[in-house]
Structure formats: C-alpha cells, structure tokens
C-alpha cells in the first residue's frame, strides 16, 4: 500500500456509493460497489492471507482509489454497471477461465421471465451477463435489483396460489395472475436497461413511472 492509498482510506465516506482503482498509468482496473465505502474500500487492505487471490491480485496494481457518493445502494449498482461498460477495467472483466464462473440470467424467452444466477452460458434465447469474478457480489447485485424490481423466482409458476415471495413482496405474482403481462414485461425491460448500462433511459422510464404513480395518487 503506497502513501496516496494510505490516505485516501483515512478519510473515506461512511456512506454508499462506488469506489474506482487506477493503476499507476492512471487506468481503471475495477470498478466496485459498496453500501458503506468506509468498510467496503478499507477490508481490500487486510493481510494477504485473509483476502482472495482476486484481491491480492488487484492490489498488487493498485495505484489510487476514487470514490463516489451515491444516495442509495441502488444508485451505486446503476452507476457501478454504467461505469464497467464505459471502462471495461481489467479486474472486472478479465477472468482465466469464463467457464467457473457465474452469470447472472434473465430468461427473457419466457412470457414471465425469471431472473437468478448460473454457471452454463447456452444458446436458448435468454440473456446472460457476466461472468463476474465474485459470487457473493453477484448475490448482492441481484438481491438489490430484485428490491426495486420484483421479478419471479420459482422455476415453474404455480397457477393456484401466491408464493411466499409473493407474500414478502419480492415478487408480484404474475402465476395467478396478479399484475398483467403488459406490466410485467415493462418490470423486464427496466432490468434490461440496468444490466446493459442504458442508465439515461432507465432513469427517464423510472421517473415517467414514478410521475404517473404521483398523478394517480392525487386524483
């Protein structure tokens, strides 16, 4: 760890946001999200031997860290995926063998698609994004999405009754038909829009939505 990290992790944020490591060309390696930038930046200078060789590797590199404020965890997840598609940084794209590791996957193919995480990337009209290094990350990622859109979980949907997803409202149902296709595709789109970083549509989309829930509420 050099002197410019040294100070940068005395005064970072305890709030969320994303933070960027530069190398010492000044390129960005990664990119990371974090729900409080203080914990999040300053576990990646633990001893060698309590961090993963990914890690290990990354700070072997690292030069400097910038970090930016966001005002939720879910707008750290949108810029942190705006910013890996517009910086492809090494450590966040760069893996020896894509094949052990995961994907993240939206079976868009589906009336209702589902969306949960795999390991088999195959031709079957679905959309796959990855591979991401760090499954416990992909793990956070997905839950964070899955709170502000509640796509379906079950692999296949029980036309009887609701889930208990449905009943801790992380999912809206569509099995018994409790929100209409038309609704729920839009749900997908935005997922989409997300996950290929289109964050200026995604954002325009969002405050439509949020305007019109805003005018229904008034009436």
């Given amino acids: 760890m050099n002197e410019r990290i040294a100070e940068t992790l005395k005064v ?16 960005v390696i990664y990119v990371g999200k974090a729900v409080i930038l203080k914990n999040r930046v300053r576990s990646y200078f633990r001893k060698a031997s309590q961090v993963s060789p990914k890690v290990r590797a990354i700070n072997a590199h690292v030069d400097s860290i910038e970090t930016i404020v966001c005002a939720s965890e879910m707008e750290a997840l949108i810029l942190e995926c705006n910013l890996i598609k517009k910086y492809r940084p090494r450590y966040n794209i760069e893996l020896k063998d894509d094949k052990t590791y995961p994907y993240l996957k939206i079976t868009v193919d589906e009336a209702y698609p589902r969306m949960y995480i795999t390991r088999r990337v ?7 994004y990855g591979p991401y290094a760090d499954v416990g990350a992909l793990r956070e990622t997905m839950r964070l ?18 889930c208990l997803q449905y009943h801790l409202h992380r999912c809206l149902a569509p099995c018994t038909g409790k929100v209409p296709l038309s609704e729920y595709r839009k749900l997908v789109d935005e997922v989409l829009l997300l996950m290929d970083g289109k964050v200026t549509e995604l954002r325009r989309q969002l405050t439509k939505k949020n305007a019109g829930r805003v005018g229904q509420d008034g009436i």
């Avoid at 970072?12 to 390129?27: F, K, N, S, T, W």
Wanted: glycine share 8%.
């Fill in 12 to 27: 970072l944020p305890d709030a969320p946001g994303v933070y960027i490591m530069h190398d010492a060309a000044g390129r």
């Fill in 122 to 128: 195959q031709k079957d009209g679905a959309k796959y």
């Fill in 145 to 162: 999405i899955r709170s502000m859109f509640p796509l379906r979980h079950c692999r296949s949907m029980n036309v009887k009754r609701p």
